[in-house]
């Protein structure tokens, strides 16, 4: 019975084409990211499978993960007045949010997806997350019919004081997906000291 620290989102100046972005002032209990570059349109790939793997915009309407059994709509979040990545509603613990300001899944850039470990009630639904491991997919259906399927290249565990902002926020040009949640242990006062992200990129679109 642990209520989850709020995810939050401390924003910067908006990023230049293909790079990283400055890191942001820490701050305790907070998954950053900064405020990313206006979208940039891309192709979807051809018929023949040929081209650039990149779609265009597109809100995420639903997550899939079946090596962790994870299977859930998706709402799209903002910032507060502070910048902060707004979190998906702790009476829901089975939902997750994406950072609507960003790229939209299978969008070149890097999208990023939160819930939570756990509320009050128990455990939330990205309790396992940690559990990814190399080579699993996450698939994200999108408002136009199709599911970007993205393969899991890793999956790290980071301390507040040492969060790499560049390396989990920043363009690689590519389409990337960015997973988050809370880790680590937890304190009452200063809630979870860590955070877990898994990193993964692009490799199919399904039509539905």
Known sequence: MIDLPPLTVRSAEPAKPVATVPPPSRTPEAVRSPRPAAPTPTAAPSAGGRGELALPPSPARRLTIPAIMIESPVMGLGLDRQGRLTAPPVNNPRLVGWYRKGPAPGEKGTALVVG???????????LN???????DKVNIARADRRTAV???????????????????????????????????????????SANVVVFAHLTDVRQV
């Open 116 to 126: 939570h470990r756990d509320t009050k009630t128990g455990p939330a639904i990205f």
């Open 150 to 192: 993205f393969t899991v290249d890793k999956v790290r565990t980071y301390t507040k004081e040492a969060f790499p902002d560049a390396e989990v926020y920043g363009h690689t040009g590519r389409p990337e997906l960015r997973l988050l949640t809370c880790g680590g242990s937890f304190d009452k006062k200063t809630g979870y």
């Open 129 to 135: 997350l940690n559990a990814l491991k190399p080579g």
